[in-house]
């Protein structure tokens, strides 16, 4: 599992680097960056939803094979259209991005429900922590490698299809020997049943509450980094580097875990998002790719956490039989809030960048405000 996880995130990687690179450099526009990642996540919704049934089904193992088989082939047929064309434009571009974003999306919650039959819950922290661990060593890599062959036009747009496209082959290989011992509940499980589960569950529901905050701010440092360093600093070769530093982010929190370890308040996190505000506020005045690489790492330190805490109190507090429409009806609504957040901080970027970060730094603020209140009065409850 780990293993096809790893292979279809590296391909995914490279195919999200190049099209960053290509956007910026071809179009230099933040509206049209926004569009185009508001239309990637503009898969989630469908595919979240029909992902919670499928996770629930028989056929899940199926499925996610079927998955990484089409999109392999999809791949290739876009590097078929190239070669036909000579050049893939903007709205086929967009098209591929919304298909290929159909297998993340779509294969999520399938895999987090096969967590629940290969690993068993007490060992559920150690593989999350492991996943982590790996992808975030990929995100260190592939980015920087990605970016210094683009520069160097060893890599291009068609080239960054061959290979996620290879990828999501190497990912149907390492699935295909995959049996189920055990099979799934065929007892019918409704949203509406997973939404009363998740109301009812303070947890739960503080969880989908951040999920949606910080998807719709993250989507503007996400449209916010490229620009600021291919476009406004010039630097577009250590633009990879920017991605990587992310990456050793991610490393550091995933690992500090260990040392400081995760309460169920979230407090170092919550301390964390303000910390992050902080330093949004710092960079409009110190604008430089030092401090970005800086900042990237702060951010990334704490969201790591925060997607490893999250993702284990799922496994661990719901019935097996809901946790995969359970993580399916939080995807649904954090994931709306993805193109929504694309959009608006498409036109924010482009009218001012300062302004980006001081709304993502202030939305933090608020978000951690009503965080706290939400708790308070959960708390109260359980008290009265």
């Known amino acids: 599992m780990q293993y096809a996880k790893f292979v279809s995130y590296g391909g995914t990687l490279v195919f999200n680097t190049i099209i960053d690179l290509w956007i910026v450099h071809t179009f ?98 150690t593989f999350n922590q492991t996943m982590a661990l790996g992808t975030q060593v990929l995100s260190v890599t592939v980015p920087p490698i990605s970016t210094f062959l683009y520069g160097w036009h060893w890599l291009s747009l068609p080239t960054a299809f061959l290979l996620n496209g290879l990828s999501f082959f190497g990912a149907f290989f390492f699935l295909k020997p995959f049996t189920l011992t055990e099979q799934p509940s065929q007892k019918f499980v409704g949203y509406r049943q997973t939404f009363k ?28 980094f490229p620009i600021m360093v291919i476009h406004q ?64 790492v702060i951010i990334s330190i704490v969201l790591s956490r925060y997607n490893i805490a999250s993702q284990t109190i799922v496994q661990r507090e719901v019935d097996s039989a809901l946790i995969g429409k359970t993580f399916s009806a939080i995807f649904i609504f954090a994931n709306i809030a993805s193109p929504v957040g694309n959009l608006s901080f498409g036109y924010i970027n482009g009218v001012s960048m300062n302004l980006t970060l001081i709304v993502v730094a202030v939305g933090f603020v608020i978000f951690n405000l009503m965080w706290i209140m939400i708790d308070r009065r959960y708390q109260k409850r359980s008290h009265g």
């Open 197 to 224: 589960n998740i109301f009812s569950n303070p947890s739960l529901l503080q969880f989908l509450f951040m999920g949606v905050m910080l998807n719709f701010f993250l989507a503007g440092l996400n449209i916010f």
């Open 28 to 125: 230099s526009s933040s509206n049209i960056l926004g569009q185009t990642m508001a239309i990637a996540s503009s898969a989630t919704f469908i595919c979240s939803v029909f992902g919670g049934y499928i996770a629930d089904s028989k056929y899940l193992l199926a499925v996610i094979k079927g998955i990484n088989l089409i999109s392999g082939i999809l791949c290739l047929a876009f590097v078929g259209l190239y070669h036909y064309q000579t050049h893939l434009d903007l709205w086929q571009v967009n098209t591929a991005v919304f298909l290929l974003n159909v297998n993340a999306y779509l294969s999520s919650p399938i895999f987090k429900k096969m967590v629940n039959f290969f690993v068993k819950r007490e060992a559920m922290m």
């Open 233 to 296: 600093l010039h630097e577009g070769h250590l633009y990879g580097a920017v991605l990587a530093s992310q990456a050793v982010g991610g490393i550091v929190g995933s690992y500090s875990i260990s040392k400081i370890p995760i309460t169920k308040s979230l407090t170092f996190e919550r301390i964390g998002l303000v910390v992050i505000s902080l330093v949004l506020l710092l960079l409009t005045i110190l604008q430089t790719i030092a401090f970005i690489f800086v900042v990237a």
